[in-house]
């Protein structure tokens, strides 16, 4: 049972996606946190608890916190990661809820991944320590050079093809037609996708997310306090967080099979339903990748099978298992993990407008899946009705 | 070409000896006391018994390769002139869990097959760094 529907998300806030926010993370933090808390019908004197997650590009709760004007804080996280640890802080925030310790935790993410801080490392570098004094002297650091390297196992194991990871790039595209926040809404054509030009063969510009100046905020409270705020509650049935091997070292060795397939037994335990039971996933896509693997890995189809099962068409909206339906960090933007929870709440909602999955009851939203860190974390959220 | 303004690594009090075998143009890896397994990175103990006990063991540097990206985008300058350029995940002959790193010297980025046999060679950088890289054999 651990966490499940014991905490609910009670409100969601963005920021505008840009390539150019004008203003700093702390600013974004703000913005977005102080939407999220209009959405709940809150306000920032309700609010006793503070969580994110950060690499050195980002302001902290504890400036947050007092910018902001919060009476007292009694809980906060402030957790070292990247993309693998986004949805970890939304499961902590749920942990600190059930243990009564917090009543309302606002989690959030603000990043200038354009404008200040790019994750390849452009103008900034990345130290060569730990298991990166290996990579990088090579100039192997940066992310699209990593998930090139293990996209290529994929291929060479499964017979992965170029065009099967084109359709999750061109599905998306479609899907963000629909969602007037992406950055990214005209359609591209696979004859699009297969011209564009490689960045790390076999990832192309097309297979790569978008760097991004972005916020977005969710308001965790208890589910019994949730149903008596403004928003329909979404319910956190399933959360988890963990792993354990180092891909990115290495150790380990199998690049083909990610840090979710460990968790999703866990995962879906927790929550009391299994991948039959999902209706719109968003899977974390830094890379086109990424989703391909997580759609073997946390069992919607078999292993080796992610490619064909994506140039299906099963993951478009109107299919089996519509993904990642706001267009993904693909097309709509990357604030590293948390607008992915934020768009399986309007579809639980039933708000999602143009992308709408009729009747959606059941949504899994994904972190990276641990190639880079020692660990994945996921969500399986559920409409309260 | 110049090596030379490359991101150069930083070991470490685990590293440090592996790095400073490179520099003799050795290829080590650790042999754990206990077990026998081998590993690398370079770690205090075995994961697999825990032992604390373990030694430096020269490998022959042949391997194959187990996965590789080809270059295009600089995202250092650096890199700048050697556009495209292949990185090697290379899975050691001694054993099936041992992998290291290192950029393709002596071929075409082209030329690169799944699970080609390669040989490490050391370039020396400077008077401080050497790199390991690795070549078709
Ligand atoms: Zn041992």
Redesign the interface.
Known sequence: MGLRDRAAIAGVGYTPFSKDSGVSTLTLAIDAILAALDDAGLGVDDVDALATHRVGDSTPPWVVAPALGVPEVHWYLDQFGGGSVSHAVIGQAAMAVAAGVARTVVCYRAINARSEFRM???GR???????A??????????P??QF???T??HM?KYGTTHEQLGAIAVTQRAHAAGNPRALKRDPITMEDYLAS??????LRLLDCCLETDGACAVVVTSAERARDLAAPPVLISGAVWGGGDSLL?????D?TVSEAARIAPRLYAMAGAGPEDVDVAELYDCFTYSVLVQLEDYGFCAKGEGGPYAASGATRLGGPLPVNTHGGFLSEGYVHGINHVAEAVAQLRGTAGDRQVRGAEVALSTAQPGYVLAGTSALILRADR | MSLGGRPRPQPDRDSAPWWEAVRRHELLVQECGDCGTLRFPPRAICGRCRSRRSAWAPVRGTGRVASWVVNHQVFLRAFADEVPYAVLHVRLDEADDLFMYGDLTGADPADVTPGMPVRAVFTDVDDDLTLVRWRPR
């Open positions: 390849g490392g452009t570098g990345v130290a060569p320590v730990f298991d004094q290996y990579q990088a002297p090579y100039g192997h650091f940066a699209p050079q090139a390297m293990f290529r196992a060479i030009r490689w960045i790390a063969e076999p070292s290495g150790q380990g060795g690049f």
